[in-house]
């Protein structure tokens, strides 16, 4: 053997290569460990088994000059073109898909998608290794595969009938992961496509509906309806309460959702017999339950307090007992009020409830009336950073600025069930202005609630 031969530059650049690689693809799967990277898992693949097994290779075919039909030197072959077919499905799922933002092309597509490319991928690799290592006919290896896929199609007709129509459905690309889907048995969002069916999350769980049974059935995609989504709550009232009342009332507390996108104003729409329809455009599908629950409840307080009947209820709450009790334990205290005052008064106040998270009071609005709470608690907020949120609780009352006629500096909703008694200016201003000490004290707590005030 010459000593200078090819095989000591083969030798030289495995001792010199195979160090360097190593502590290059240690220090990278290091460094990606650290940050949490996904590709650190390929890069250790390559450190522990792909360079290894490419130094022996190197090392048994031009440095020992093995033949290239030895059994050993074909094995270890076999083996490197396995862990190259394992780090290119594993560099491509982590490049493709782990790693791709949310919301983008790369984070959509269904996984049935991904399982036919990793299959279609390992099924080229296999018959480059049987083709060029083993020298297998690769003609005759896929007419046999051929005629076998065609008797176990026989055999699993349903199964592969799924498969079909999964992966024609998908190619026509009607929904896509995140989408919601309205079907004959479910209404919710889709989390996953695989080979046999479509899983969508609903609020009844994960219903899982077979690919051939969704292929062949209609159903709506609710993410591509175009514009805004749009939820219908239909209502019913007592056929005697004034429609357009009604209808005013329901968009009141419809403006009022937090869920309500702010580019479409609420439609209501009387359809006759007591019945009542509230269209409230929302951001996400994801809030159709949220939002039905949410109006449904204010509304019910609502309604009572306008003097109409939802469901066709009566509402028997404000009785004068409850009425002269909060009188007097509430507002004489805070008004200052003698039982003469009380008593005059009586006709004119209305015990009220509030529901959690439902506004008493809005700020830049003025208010019409003095709202004296009883019960609960109401937590007052601000957008101007110099005036901190507060929390009123029993004997507390809102809506002194309706004495001025100027408007709230700051938003009042419930923090739980409230119930207040409401006088309106009207009938509490004549009584309030022959009370010199109390319109002082009104005016000092309406400069302590002002933060220009306190600035």
Known sequence: MNIFGAWLY???????????????????????????????????????YLLPLGALMVLLAQVAGVPGHDPTLR?????????????????????????????????????IFVDVARFLLIGVGLALILSHVWGARIGGLFTALGVTSVVIGLMLQNSVGQIVSGLFMLFEQPFRIGDWLSTPTARGRVV?????????????????????????????????????????ITTTFAVADPPDQVCALLSRVATALPMRTTGEAPDSAALGGGQYRTTVALGSPADDGAAQTTFLRWLWYAARRAGLHLDEAE????????????????????????EDDQRALEPYATVVRFGRDEALQRAGQVPTAMTFLTEGSVRLTSADPAWPDATLRHGAFLGVTTLTRQPSLFDAHAAEEVTAVVIDRENIEELVMTKPLLLQELGRIIDQRRPAASA
């Open 10 to 48: 083969w030798a030289l650049g495995v001792a010199i290569g195979l160090p360097v690689g190593l502590v290059l693809l240690t220090e990278g799967h290091v460094a990606l460990a650290r940050r949490g990277s996904h590709l650190a898992r390929p890069v250790a693949l390559a450190r522990n």
């Open 75 to 111: 094995i270890i072959y076999t083996a490197f073109g396995f862990v190259v077919l394992v780090v290119l499905l594993s560099g491509l799922n982590v490049t493709f898909f782990q790693s791709a933002p949310k919301g983008s092309w790369r984070s959509r597509i269904p996984t």
């Open 192 to 232: 996953e496509v695989n080979w046999r069916a479509v899983h969508i999350s609903t609020a009844d769980g994960l219903q899982v509906t077979p690919n051939s049974v969704l292929a062949g059935t209609s159903f709506t995609n609710v993410s591509r309806s175009g514009g805004a989504h749009r939820v219908s």
């Open 315 to 338: 509402d028997v709450f404000s009785t004068p007992e409850r009425v002269a009790e909060a009188l007097r334990s509430v507002v004489a205290p805070a008004l200052r009020l003698t």
